[in-house]
């Protein structure tokens, strides 16, 4: 498939422009695995939260872009499943699901459909429009992290929210940005190919 009949064809997504076979389907699910693990070691403590600031997030919602819902998916589950296995690649060099932050994983794995999923119809070309995939797929990490952090380390939801999503704000709304320069550009290089 040349790149111009990629690029053309109505529910591509950038992992779309590269010839199609299994090997590269198995290499772009170990790779957005491999990437978010990666990220992850981008952690920075947050005074008072035991969860840290991280790169893991923003690199799981652009795998789920790039590689559209299916691969994003199976890239997520494969970063949490060798994770709770005892690859060390959560934050700080973590592994298991003993950790209160474990919750924001499982947010990335339905996150990744999500963002997938849009970036198909076509939310990934313009920065506007992927602002709003990126602010979407950080909504549904923490509907699913912030509940999942109140239980495990016995805190209220308004504690849970006050050490798990206010102070992680500011840094979402850069990544947001980033991404909005980010994939539409990589959409504006590949179509100029």
């Known amino acids: 498939m040349s790149t111009a009949t990629a690029t053309a064809r109505p529910g591509a997504v ?36 035991p969860v840290p600031v991280t790169g893991q997030t923003f ?18 589950a494969l970063y949490a499943l060798a994770g709770v296995a005892g690859v060390p690649w959560f934050a700080h060099g973590t592994s298991g699901a003993a950790s ?5 994983i499982l947010g990335m794995l339905l996150a990744s459909a999500a963002v997938g999923a849009l970036a198909r119809r076509g939310a ?4 506007l429009r992927m602002a709003g995939t990126m602010i979407l797929g950080e909504a549904i990490i923490y509907a699913v ?12 939801l308004s504690q849970a ?33």
Do not use: C, E
């Open 14 to 49: 950038l992992a779309d422009l590269l010839p199609a076979s299994r090997v590269r389907d198995a290499a772009l699910v170990i790779g957005g695995a491999a990437l978010t693990g990666l990220a992850a070691q981008v952690a920075v403590p947050v005074p008072h939260s």
């Open 59 to 76: 690199a799981a919602l652009l795998v789920g872009t790039a590689l559209g819902a299916r691969r994003g998916v199976l890239s997520l």
């Open 100 to 104: 209160v932050s474990f919750g924001y």
């Open 124 to 127: 990934d070309r313009s920065p």
């Open 145 to 156: 992290g912030v509940p999942y952090l109140a239980v495990a380390a016995h805190l209220s």
């Open 161 to 193: 929210v006050a050490l798990g999503l206010a102070p992680f704000l500011i840094g979402d709304a850069l990544k947001a940005a980033l991404a909005m320069g980010a994939l539409p550009t990589a959409w504006k290089f590949a179509n100029k190919r």
